[in-house]
Structures are given as structure tokens and as C-alpha cells.
Nanobody
């Protein structure tokens, strides 16, 4: 069973930075997208950012210009550099790697890491 192991969460003051890391326990065949989601208390899980195998990225409007997603294909790893953090960024962050076995998609999920931003 492939596991996605997350690290880098913690408590930080508003305006500070954190870098989240996520790595698969072994290679994932047919992976095509890596992403970060987050879920704040009382809120639905939302997509924060994703990066394709080709390197194209997409960000939620709320984090654009502050967060940067990157990847290491050799390690099936994905990272999220978070700068200028705000209290509204407080959430549990989940990494996601999607594998496609046509015509189906299969999502691997990390266990989540807590990010708390104090103000």
C-alpha cells in the first residue's frame, strides 16, 4: 500500500512562512497530478494548488502570489512553500497524488498536517 507522508506543519505567526513536504513511500505508476488541499474548521475541503507532470500550476485565488507548489518526479514528492501566512490559512493540509488508469482516476491522500497561523 502506497503511503503519502506529510511534514512541515506547525504554528506560525501571521506574516511568517512554512514549507510543507509530502513524499510517497514508493513510486506511483501513471501519476499525472500532484496537489494540496486544505480543510479549515467548519469548512469544506478545498483545492489549494496543483501541479501537473509537465509543470503547469494552478492556485486558489486566496493563496495566489503567496504560495508556491513544486515537485520532484523522481521521488513522487510534492512541496508547498507558504509565505505571508494569514490567520485564514489555518487548516489541515492534505497532499494528493492522482494516478490515472484509464478510464479511472485513483487518488492517494496524505494523513494531513495541521497549519495554525496566529494573529
Amino acid at each position: 500500500q502506497v503511503q503519502l507522508v506529510e511534514s512541515g506543519g506547525g504554528l506560525v505567526q501571521a506574516g511568517g512562512s512554512l514549507r510543507l513536504s509530502c513524499a510517497a513511500s514508493r513510486s506511483i505508476r501513471s501519476s499525472n497530478r500532484k496537489a494540496w488541499y486544505r480543510q479549515a474548521p467548519g469548512k469544506e475541503r478545498e483545492l489549494v494548488a496543483y501541479i501537473t507532470n509537465g509543470g503547469s500550476t494552478n492556485y486558489a485565488d486566496s493563496v495566489k502570489g503567496r504560495f508556491t507548489i513544486s515537485k520532484d518526479n523522481a521521488k513522487d514528492a510534492v512541496y508547498l512553500q507558504m509565505n505571508s501566512l494569514k490567520a485564514d490559512d489555518t487548516a489541515v493540509y492534505y497532499c494528493n497524488i492522482r494516478s490515472t488508469f484509464y478510464p479511472y482516476d485513483y487518488d492517494y491522500w496524505g494523513q494531513g498536517t495541521q497549519v495554525t497561523v496566529s494573529s
